[in-house]
């Protein structure tokens, strides 16, 4: 790893600040795919700006129909979460599946959704669930935020403050999780929420993508049989040592019918 | 050069160490605690687990900064002053959950985090808490078993 200079700033407005005077800073949040990419030697930042030491980006909330989830806060604290687990069992269970319990304790929900892994979890649960995304300069709508691969709607020097997710009626996550990383080859999040009913798929494509034809088939209710007939093309679908994008598309398919139905409980 | 200062073990210390020194190194290199291993050094092996303010972390992949502040508990710090195990040490060797050791350190912290979070586990719940830490002897059976039996003596 190239060295670098650590700052731990104690507030938003300091981060931020940090972030600007570096000559190219990055943001340090759970630090789980960070650190492995600095030990790598694939980035050699010039500063990392530390967001641990803000305690006011930890922590969930209940607030107005809305779980607001702060950016600091890990994915055990999610999946333990009393509220979560009554409110939104679905994203409990969906924390609960992130890589291991060392992983869960340090990863946090802002740093993955920053970093949008393909083949992250949490990018299906912000736009099944039709999360908005808190900054310090403004909120962004989950569809408008995952814009590609490892690519979000964030501005240089932009900080995630939190993440608010309106409490849905169902929902439910199904993972086909890849045995020694835990990522998703595929994932699904099927959700019935205040903006009707939303189907998203992460693991399969190069960002998170809805799937309209889930949505209009689980229109009516939702059930493992309403979406038996949907299928999903191979072309366009991520192709690696892992999977195949025909297996990836078989997958979307096998998991949708597993949210639905985890979803219709 | 930054300073870092954290409790280790119950005992209150402080370091010189580069932004990108990792807490494993600082825990192995300055303070000479290598009871915590490196193995993978990709947090995928689970050799290099500690608790941070009692959560199980791989130590590999947390920057000594980012403990600043912060209650560290190393194996080291399991057994009692007067040499006693910690019961689930006591487990690891009746059941001898264990072949070369090198993952040990890190099975037994892991397994530590796990008992204070469930105390009364069941099979697939350790195995799945286990998800973390390779081990490439065992074959997982006897550290499953030390876990259950070190469960069942903790609850008493």
């Not at chain 1, 929420?193 to 939303?198: D, E, K, L, M």
């Not at chain 1, 994008?245 to 979803?263: D, G, H, P, T, W």
């Not at chain 2, 403990?67 to 006693?84: F, K, Y």
Request: negative net charge.
């Amino acid at each position: 790893m190239y060295n670098f200079n650590h700052h731990r700033p104690g507030s938003v407005d300091a981060a931020a600040a940090a972030l600007s005077s570096a000559d190219d800073g990055k943001i340090l949040a759970g630090g789980m795919t960070l650190l492995p990419t600095l030990k790598q030697r694939l980035a050699n930042p010039s500063d990392l700006v530390d967001l641990g030491g803000i305690a006011d980006l930890k922590g969930i909330r209940e607030d107005g129909g809305s779980l607001i989830v702060g950016a600091m806060t890990t994915h055990a604290a999610v999946a333990d979460d009393a509220t979560v687990k009554a409110k939104i069992p679905a994203l409990a269970a969906l924390a609960e599946g992130i890589g291991d319990a060392q992983v869960r304790n340090c990863g946090t929900i802002g740093g993955s959704v920053a970093n949008n892994d393909p083949a992250a979890d949490y990018p299906a649960a912000l736009v099944g669930l039709d999360a908005t995304v808190h900054t310090n300069k403004r909120q962004i709508a989950a569809d408008d935020f995952f814009t590609g691969m490892f690519e979000t709607a964030l501005d240089e020097g932009e900080i995630i403050t939190a993440v608010a997710f309106p409490i849905p009626e169902k929902a439910g996550y199904a993972k086909f999780a890849n045995p020694a990383s835990r990522y998703a080859i595929v994932g699904v999040m099927v959700a019935k929420g205040p903006a009707g009913t939303r189907v998203a798929v992460t693991g399969a494509g190069p960002s998170v993508f809805r799937l309209g034809d889930a949505e209009s088939a689980l229109s009516g209710g939702i059930s493992a049989d309403a979406v038996s007939g949907v299928s999903v093309a191979a072309d366009g679908l991520n192709s690696d040592l892992h999977a195949s994008s025909e297996y990836r598309a078989n997958l979307v398919s096998v998991m949708l019918r597993r949210a639905a139905a985890a979803a219709a409980g | 050069m930054p300073t870092v200062s954290m409790t280790v073990n119950g005992r209150a210390v402080t370091g010189d160490v580069e932004g990108r020194t990792l807490l494993v190194q600082f825990l192995r290199e300055q303070l000479a605690l290598t009871g915590t291993h490196i193995g993978c050094d990709t947090s995928q092996c689970g050799a290099c687990v500690v608790h941070v303010d009692g959560q199980s972390v791989k130590s590999c992949t947390l920057l000594a900064l980012q403990a600043d502040g912060s209650e560290v508990t190393t194996i080291e710090g399991l057994a009692a002053s007067n040499g006693d195990l910690h019961p689930m040490q006591e487990a690891f060797r009746e059941h001898h959950g264990l072949q070369c050791g090198f993952c040990t350190p890190g099975m037994v912290m892991s397994a530590v985090d796990l008992l204070n979070k469930n105390p009364n586990p069941d099979e697939g719940e350790i195995r799945e808490w286990l998800e973390g830490n390779i081990c490439r002897c065992t074959g997982y059976h006897n550290i499953v078993k030390a876990i259950q039996s070190a469960a069942e003596n903790m609850r008493g």
